[in-house]
């Protein structure tokens, strides 16, 4: 089992920084990758970001916040960090961490965290 415990929304400014935290804590060891979606107002949830767990940590994002957004992982601490720089209203939505892990293979998900950007 795993937990995640997902921290750092809020209220910013078009232009602003805010930086989400996914703190994990269980069978950690079992994590092979980090995603991030996000749910804006009567949309799906889309992936935003992806970090592999394992190897050099490689990344991906979707081209809408690629150069703004940035998803990082302190091993130490068992928490990835999703960086969001030059916020649009655009980005207004609910964020969600979510870890792939094995044995047994399943995801695990955040409570989610609202981010809301003015105009």
């Known amino acids: 089992q795993v937990q995640l415990v997902e921290s750092g929304g809020g209220l910013v400014q078009a232009g602003g920084s805010l930086r989400l935290s996914c703190a994990a804590s269980?069978?950690?060891?079992?994590?092979?990758?980090f995603d991030w979606y996000r749910q804006a107002p009567g949309k799906q949830r889309d992936l935003v970001a992806t970090?592999?767990?394992?190897?050099?940590?490689?990344?991906k994002y979707v081209d809408s916040v690629k150069a703004r957004f940035t998803i990082s992982r302190d091993n130490a601490k068992n928490t990835v960090y999703r960086q969001k720089n030059s916020l649009k209203p655009e980005d207004t939505a609910v964020y969600y961490c979510?870890?792939?892990?094995?044995?047994?293979?399943?995801?695990?998900w955040g409570q989610g965290t609202q981010v809301t950007v003015s105009s």
């Open positions: 269980g069978s950690t060891f079992n994590i092979i990758a």
């Open positions: 970090l592999s767990a394992g190897g050099g940590g490689n990344t």
């Open positions: 979510k870890v792939m892990a094995i044995q047994p293979i399943r995801a695990y």
